[in-house]
């Protein structure tokens, strides 16, 4: 059986299998056999040890992580001693609330909210409390809901909220001091709901305040092993601490180097930090090319806060990577696909290709030229750039008004909200059905019952009618800003607090006002061209693409893959280090997005292609210029090719030291009526009027924080951003 635990471990591995006693720390590079290191430890405690499998409990990050440890275990050891105790932190905490929640005064078959769930009763908490939740977002709103829940400095946390709000006949909050954030919390007690946090906070609650609960897992674990500790937050932590506080045999295993989820609650200076009797270090990289390795060493070794190590790999060398500047997106995009169809042609498969960005709306270049070039490919973790909802919505409006087709008014009648639901649409369709006729025709019909003459449905079909009229001697981009203003859908994605939506549909109008460039020389740009065109795109060839398809996914999404080929788009300064992380968390921000950046590289085993590109971004509201992390590389790592003017450094030097230097006092953002900001104390409002004149340092914002107005300067107001992408 020894030969079985041993089995392909180097030294450094075998070291770690071996240390089955105290703290140990183990500072696992990317793809240095981290897995492969618990599962065999795990099997040596069984196998060689004589420790029950009962008896230790082995967390990872992910389902699928947990899966394919028990699967690892399960072909070294006898059957029967593979159990569920290898699970996530999530589900080892069930466990503990299945066993213990009685105390809380809950049912042991409590229910588990999803996120659906979440925004339902988020709704009716603001709801309750006429708060205009198109105002004050529903993520946003959920937001302070997790930080209320995790922060014991939020203002009505005299104590933690277990104690001050869950608790039957304790410590109850005075009526004075409920509000929709409290009665949120309050809807979930009275349903026996818990929601992901609630998971870790009750287990920890447990184990903090009943003795006997505690010691009785601390007596039931002896061996506790934790992997991607670099993602644990501050409860991650407590519960691993109290749980191994009698047997003190820990093993946790991670990499600073690749804690991506710090804007998140992750505390990956736990872990460099963390008081060991034995640290490991991890170096030998089994999965890419020392070319590869050598980019990702020279990206890395400017971070401060970190483990220092080295990755090397005794793999030969192959192909240096490639660093390929296009004078615009689209060439960076059609270089991509070329690279792919010529690799194509030469044995590869579509599956060894992986296209990585940092954000999710850089996905339409590149779709749109695998669809010109008939590459296969799909989305992970994601949806299609012309399959999103925002960028359904809107075509929907522009084929109603070419088609005026049952399933275009469907989706949008009632989009943004005109009071018009089932029941409407049902007597709708009824009269259709009578007349024979289109639901859009029955609506214009005279006929119509009164029950339809509606304000905003008038405004509606208004709309659809002048748009008919507009189209015919207008441009489609000036179509579409129209429809998007004068509908409210811009106003309904801006207010939900989604930057990803946002981003979205400022690509689509760019899409199309490339559209019409490329198109110039044709007598006609009509829409009903267009829209034909846009169908290719949806077209149902290219829907079901599993199996030998191009994989298409955020940076964040790529964690803990590996693929042949990758390539690394979009590596533009602001967009690739995020402009608006580092603006949020400055040094902090810079160095995540180098650990993402670092990622980004370490996910390709044979070949790295990173691209970028001029132009102007409408996103960043910009030209482009290089990102920071390609200066980075060491000299004579990577091949550039393209057009590329070093000179262009200069710029993103320019462009980096002034997001670096960001100092919001100093820096006057101008902001529009009914624009959503943020205010680093009175949180997010909407700006109802201004005062001075445009430019003007002392230029005074009215802004409405969910029903309390203030008077504040414009230096102290932020933009609202959405969201990392994950």
């Given at each position: 059986?020894?030969?079985?635990?041993?089995?392909?471990?180097?030294?450094?591995?075998?070291?770690?299998?071996?240390?089955?006693?105290?703290?140990?720390?183990?500072?696992?590079?990317?793809?240095?056999?981290k897995?492969?290191?618990?599962?065999?430890?795990?099997?040596?405690?069984?196998?060689?040890?004589?420790?029950?499998?009962?008896?230790?409990?082995?967390?990872?990050?992910?389902?699928?992580a947990a899966?394919?440890?028990?699967?690892?275990?399960?072909?070294?050891?006898?059957?029967?001693?593979?159990?569920?105790?290898?699970?996530?932190?999530?589900?080892?905490?069930?466990?503990?609330?299945?066993?213990?929640?009685?105390?809380?005064?809950?049912?042991?078959?409590?229910?588990?909210?999803?996120?659906?769930?979440?925004k339902?009763l988020?709704?009716?908490a603001?709801?309750?409390?006429?708060?205009?939740?198109?105002?004050?977002?529903?993520?946003?709103f959920?937001?302070?809901?997790?930080?209320?829940?995790?922060?014991?400095l939020?203002?009505?946390?005299?104590?933690?909220?277990?104690?001050?709000?869950v608790?039957?006949?304790?410590?109850?909050l005075?009526?004075?001091?409920?509000?929709?954030?409290?009665?949120?919390?309050?809807?979930?007690?009275?349903?026996?709901?818990?929601?992901?946090?609630?998971i870790?906070?009750?287990?920890?609650?447990l184990?903090?305040?009943?003795?006997?609960?505690?010691?009785?897992?601390?007596?039931?674990?002896?061996?506790?092993?934790?992997?991607?500790?670099?993602?644990?937050?501050?409860s991650?932590?407590?519960?691993m601490?109290?749980?191994?506080?009698?047997?003190?045999?820990?093993?946790?295993?991670?990499?600073?180097?690749?804690?991506?989820?710090?804007?998140?609650?992750?505390?990956?200076?736990?872990?460099?930090?963390?008081?060991?009797?034995?640290?490991?270090?991890?170096?030998?990289?089994?999965?890419?090319?020392?070319?590869?390795?050598?980019?990702?060493?020279?990206?890395?070794s400017?971070?401060?806060?970190?483990?220092?190590?080295d990755?090397?790999?005794?793999?030969?060398?192959?192909?240096?990577?490639?660093?390929?500047?296009?004078?615009?997106?689209?060439?960076?995009?059609?270089?991509?696909?070329?690279?792919?169809?010529s690799?194509?042609?030469?044995?590869?498969?579509?599956?060894?290709?992986?296209?990585?960005?940092?954000?999710?709306f850089?996905?339409?270049?590149?779709?749109q030229?695998?669809?010109?070039?008939?590459?296969?490919?799909?989305?992970?973790?994601?949806?299609?750039?012309?399959?999103?909802?925002?960028?359904?919505?809107?075509?929907?409006?522009?084929?109603?008004?070419v088609?005026?087709d049952?399933?275009?008014?469907?989706?949008?009648?009632?989009?943004?909200?005109?009071k018009?639901?089932?029941?409407?649409?049902?007597?709708?369709?009824?009269?259709?059905?009578?007349?024979?006729?289109?639901?859009?025709?029955?609506?214009?019909?005279?006929?119509v019952?009164?029950?339809?003459?509606?304000?905003?449905?008038?405004?509606?079909i208004?709309?659809?009618?002048?748009?008919k009229v507009?189209?015919?001697?207008?441009?489609?981009?000036?179509?579409?800003?129209?429809?998007?203003?004068?509908?409210?859908?811009?106003?309904?994605?801006?207010?939900?607090g989604?930057?990803?939506?946002?981003?979205?549909?400022?690509?689509?109008?760019?899409?199309?006002?490339?559209?019409?460039?490329?198109?110039?020389?044709?007598?006609?740009?009509?829409?009903?061209?267009y829209?034909?065109?846009?169908?290719?795109?949806?077209?149902?060839?290219?829907?079901?693409?599993?199996?030998?398809?191009?994989?298409?996914?955020?940076?964040?999404?790529a964690?803990?893959?590996?693929?042949?080929?990758?390539?690394?788009?979009?590596?533009?300064?602001?967009?690739?280090?995020?402009?608006?992380?580092?603006?949020?968390?400055?040094?902090e921000?810079?160095?995540?997005?180098?650990?993402?950046?670092?990622?980004?590289?370490?996910?390709?085993?044979?070949?790295?292609?990173?691209t970028?590109?001029?132009?102007y971004?409408?996103?960043?509201?910009?030209?482009?210029?290089?990102?920071?992390?390609?200066?980075e590389?060491?000299?004579?790592?990577?091949e550039?090719?393209?057009?590329?003017?070093?000179?262009?450094?200069?710029?993103?030097?320019m462009?980096?030291?002034?997001?670096?230097?960001?100092?919001?006092?100093?820096?006057?953002?101008?902001?529009?009526?009914?624009?959503?900001?943020?205010?680093?104390?009175?949180?997010?409002?909407?700006?109802?009027?201004?005062?001075?004149?445009?430019?003007?340092?002392?230029?005074?914002?009215?802004?409405?924080?969910?029903?309390?107005?203030?008077?504040?300067?414009?230096?102290?107001?932020?933009?609202?951003?959405g969201?990392?992408?994950?």
């Open positions: 059986m020894e030969n079985v635990v041993f089995d392909k471990l180097n030294d450094h591995q075998k070291e770690a299998v071996l240390s089955t006693e105290g703290r140990v720390r183990v500072i696992a590079g990317a793809g240095s056999g897995t492969r290191v618990l599962a065999h430890r795990f099997v040596y405690l069984v196998n060689e040890l004589g420790i029950s499998p009962s008896n230790i409990l082995c967390m990872t990050f992910t389902n699928k899966q394919e440890m028990k699967n690892r275990i399960s072909r070294m050891v006898d059957i029967g001693n593979v159990n569920d105790l290898i699970c996530t932190i999530h589900g080892f905490c069930v466990k503990v609330l299945r066993r213990d929640i009685y105390r809380m005064g809950y049912p042991k078959n409590f229910i588990i909210l999803d996120e659906e769930d979440c339902a988020a709704k009716q603001t709801q309750e409390f006429n708060e205009d939740y198109t105002i004050k977002t529903i993520k946003g959920l937001s302070e809901v997790l930080r209320a829940k995790t922060d014991p939020f203002p009505w946390a005299l104590k933690p909220y277990i104690e001050t709000i608790l039957p006949t304790i410590n109850k005075n009526p004075s001091n409920i509000d929709s954030i409290a009665r949120y919390i309050q809807l979930q007690v009275n349903s026996f709901a818990l929601d992901f946090t609630d870790v906070e009750f287990a920890k609650y184990l903090t305040t009943y003795k006997d609960v505690r010691e009785y897992w601390q007596n039931t674990l002896n061996y506790i092993m934790v992997d991607e500790v670099q993602d644990c937050n501050a991650d932590w407590a519960i601490t109290i749980l191994s506080e009698k047997h003190r045999n820990l093993f946790i295993v991670g990499d600073p180097d690749q804690a991506i989820y710090e804007w998140r609650g992750s505390r990956p200076k736990d872990f460099i930090d963390f008081c060991s009797d034995k640290d490991i270090t991890l170096s030998e990289n089994y999965r890419s090319t020392p070319n590869i390795l050598n980019v990702a060493n020279s990206i890395i400017k971070n401060h806060n970190r483990i220092k190590k990755l090397f790999t005794k793999i030969s060398p192959s192909k240096v990577a490639i660093h390929f500047h296009a004078k615009n997106e689209e060439m960076e995009s059609e270089w991509v696909a070329k690279q792919i169809i690799m194509k042609e030469e044995g590869c498969h579509f599956s060894v290709f992986a296209i990585l960005y940092r954000a999710s850089l996905s339409r270049n590149i779709e030229a695998f669809i010109d070039n008939k590459i296969k490919y799909e989305v992970w973790g994601g949806i299609r750039f012309f399959e999103r909802m925002e960028i359904k919505d809107i075509l929907a409006y522009l084929r109603l008004i088609y005026m049952d399933l275009s008014l469907k989706r949008v009648i009632n989009k943004p909200s005109r018009f639901g089932p029941k409407s649409f049902q007597e709708l369709e009824k009269l259709a059905a009578q007349k024979g006729t289109s639901l859009y025709e029955t609506l214009l019909s005279n006929q019952s009164a029950f339809f003459d509606k304000k905003p449905i008038r405004g509606f208004n709309l659809i009618e002048e748009c507009f189209k015919e001697y207008s441009s489609i981009s000036e179509l579409l800003e129209y429809i998007l203003k004068e509908s409210g859908l811009w106003n309904l994605y801006r207010t939900d989604d930057e990803d939506r946002l981003e979205n549909i400022r690509e689509l109008i760019s899409s199309v006002k490339h559209y019409e460039e490329a198109n110039a020389e044709e007598e006609t740009i009509s829409l009903e061209t829209l034909q065109d846009i169908a290719l795109y949806t077209n149902a060839d290219y829907k079901n693409g599993k199996g030998d398809t191009v994989k298409l996914m955020t940076v964040h999404q964690k803990g893959l590996e693929f042949p080929y990758v390539f690394v788009v979009g590596l533009n300064e602001g967009i690739f280090p995020s402009h608006r992380t580092i603006r949020e968390r400055r040094k921000g810079e160095e995540e997005e180098r650990r993402l950046m670092y990622v980004a590289v370490t996910r390709a085993e044979k070949a790295l292609f990173l970028e590109s001029e132009g971004d409408n996103s960043l509201q910009s030209n482009k210029f290089p990102s920071r992390f390609l200066k590389i060491g000299d004579g790592l990577i550039v090719k393209g057009d590329f003017n070093p000179y262009l450094y200069v710029s993103t030097e462009l980096a030291q002034r997001v670096d230097s960001y100092d919001r006092r100093k820096i006057c953002l101008q902001f529009e009526i009914g624009e959503q900001v943020r205010h680093k104390v009175f949180g997010e409002g909407v700006v109802i009027e201004k005062q001075g004149n445009s430019g003007d340092e002392y230029l005074v914002y009215v802004v409405d924080f969910a029903g309390r107005i203030k008077y504040l300067k414009s230096s102290f107001l932020e933009k609202c951003y969201t990392h992408d994950e």
